[in-house]
Structure formats: C-alpha cells, structure tokens
C-alpha cells in the first residue's frame, strides 16, 4: 500500500533552518514522484517543489528558489525537503504528496506537518 509520512516540522525564527522528511513505504521514487505542497492559514494549498527518481526536480514555487533542496535518501524511500533561510510567510502545513509524475496526478496525500517561523 502507497503511504507516506512526514515529519521534522516545527517552531523556527526567521533565518533559521529546518528539514523536512517524507518516508515513502510501498514504493521508491522509481516508480512514482514525491512532491510537497504547502497551505499558508488563509490560503489555498500551493504546490512547492517535486522529485522524481533522484535528479528529476521539478519547482513549481519561484518564491523559494535558493532557499529550498529536495533529494533523496540511497533507498529512494526517503525524501528531504531542506528549508534555509526561512521565513515568515514560509509558515503553514507542509504535506509530502505521492504523484504518478511531477505534472501527474496525486495518488495520496501524507497528514501534513506543521511548521511555524516566528520571532
């Protein structure tokens, strides 16, 4: 079964850094792509950034180019979301969704995880 966790959210300041992680089971990026989304409090939910395999990067939010990685572990069952020099409106849940491709469809959606970066 195709699930996916995330976790490493949390409370930073501004500037600071944070790293999100997406364990995938049922499956490696061999077979689907992971991206992460993110819904800011009053906001609809926007898509961030998607990997497939372990090069294939797909941006899809300009505003956290250079501040964002994604990459994967050996395995291809872990994916990191490494988050620099955050800031504040970086704030909201951030949720690891499995994709058929990075222009694909959604498969399944992890719970979401929250991160909040406040001074």
């Known amino acids: 079964q195709v699930q996916v966790v995330e976790s490493g959210g949390g409370l930073v300041q501004p500037g600071e850094s944070l790293r999100l992680s997406c364990a995938a089971s049922g499956f490696t990026l061999d077979d689907y792509a992971i991206a992460w989304f993110r819904q800011a409090p009053g906001k609809t939910r926007e898509p961030v950034i998607c990997?497939?395999?372990?090069?294939?990067?797909?941006w899809y939010l300009e505003a956290v180019r250079g501040r964002f990685t994604i990459s994967s572990d050996v395995a291809k069952t872990t994916v990191f979301l490494q988050m620099n020099n955050l800031k504040r409106e970086d704030t909201g849940v951030y949720y690891c969704?499995?994709?058929?491709?990075?222009?694909?469809?959604?498969?399944?959606w992890g719970h979401g995880i929250q991160v909040n970066v406040s001074s």
């Open positions: 990997l497939k395999g372990t090069t294939d990067i797909t």
């Open positions: 969704v499995v994709r058929t491709g990075c222009g694909g469809i959604a498969v399944r």
